[in-house]
């Protein structure tokens, strides 16, 4: 797939857009002004590959606690504003490495003014969070039915107004909660813009049904070669958010990082508990951050032959099994030691890379 070309900023040390890598991003579900809680939670998400975080800032008092949060954690905090500018000044003045702001309700051209105005004096990125549920009312009556053409109205305005005070430290969000409007907005905006995409589907829903939408809505754009980061918005723990968003560029091919597993589905020739054996080992193997891909498969047929690209794996018979790298047969193991010899292969090709 070729990628679209965007320009250039970096959050924190993170850098965006151009020839980087796109970066997976999450948003704590704490309290911001319980400082102990969201840096335990920003904690976990760094170190399941959790690159920016971005933090509510509903009030001054979670304003004021940037600075504090953004000193225990080590990777960019991005402050989240809505309808309230001062609350951008003061996470700027706290030093976030960026800032997220909804043109709809923060309050008009001469407050987005002074943000920027603020934001270029620390050379902090801004993204433009444009949101389908709180567009600016004009917007919708002028294209009461194209809601996306009046989503790309609305980003491109604020587009105009940071370039006329010489600010391009930019990057954009067109975000609704259903895919094909998500498409068509950040199709029609990779056209006009060259400033780098954060792709969402926001309020995608539960674990389920949000990763589903989320796949849909920006795992197209990716292979369309629109995006430049992405967050899966789900209802539920922010460590589900993280994963998703790497497996989807795994699948893509665009970036490896992790254990993927290769598990056929099953059926009346299995022989062995696969289901549970699959699950286990993804789950005991969720800490791994380097590429590999293991195959767990149930019988001959779908065994070393159909998984011969996977790493390792194991694929099972009656009361047994074989043990395999990259097709060939490593030994055969009895049933009940395959999840020990499969987990002990997997340990020591993670060590040797």
């Known amino acids: 797939m070729k990628r679209r070309k965007a320009l250039t900023i970096s959050i924190g040390n993170v850098e965006i857009g151009g020839k980087a890598q796109i970066a997976v991003q999450s948003m704590t579900k704490t309290d911001t002004r319980n400082v102990p809680q969201t840096v335990r939670q920003i904690k976990e998400l760094q170190k399941i590959g959790c690159e920016l975080v971005r933090v509510a800032v509903p009030d001054r008092d979670a304003a004021e606690k940037i600075g504090k949060i953004k000193s225990k954690i080590n990777i960019p905090l991005i402050a989240d504003i809505h309808f309230d500018y001062r609350l951008a000044l003061i996470a700027i003045k706290e030093g976030a490495d960026a800032l997220r702001l909804n043109p709809g309700n923060i309050g008009g051209r001469k407050k987005v003014a002074e943000v920027v105005k603020a934001a270029k004096e620390k050379n902090i990125p801004i993204r433009i969070g444009v949101n389908a549920g709180s567009l600016e009312k004009e917007f919708v009556k002028k294209y009461p039915d194209n809601l996306a053409k009046a989503m790309v109205s609305s980003a491109l305005r604020h587009v105009s107004l940071f370039e006329d005070l010489d600010f391009r430290l930019i990057k954009i969000s067109l975000k609704a909660s259903d895919v094909p409007l998500t498409l068509k907005a950040y199709r029609m905006i990779a056209e006009k813009i060259d400033y780098p995409l954060h792709l969402g589907v ?9 990763t589903i939408k989320s796949v849909l809505g920006i795992g197209i754009l990716l292979s369309e070669g629109i995006g430049d980061t992405i967050r899966v918005s789900l209802t539920g723990n922010p460590r589900e958010e993280v994963k998703v968003g790497y497996k989807i560029l795994n699948d893509l091919e665009i970036r490896r990082r992790g254990v993927e597993i290769i598990s056929c589905p099953t059926c009346g020739r299995c022989e062995i508990n ?16 380097k590429p590999i891909k293991v195959a767990i498969m149930g019988c001959a047929v779908n065994g070393p032959g159909e998984a011969r690209n996977a790493d390792v794996g194991i694929a099972g018979g009656k009361g047994k099994g074989i043990l395999f790298r990259k097709g060939k047969t490593i030994r055969k193991v009895k049933e009940d030691e395959m999840h020990s010899a499969l987990i002990k292969e997997i340990e020591k090709m993670v060590a040797n890379r």
């Open 202 to 210: 926001t309020e995608a829903g539960t674990v389920f049904s949000g």
């Open 274 to 289: 696969l289901m549970s054996l699959a699950v286990r080992v993804e789950k005991e193997l969720s800490h791994i951050l």
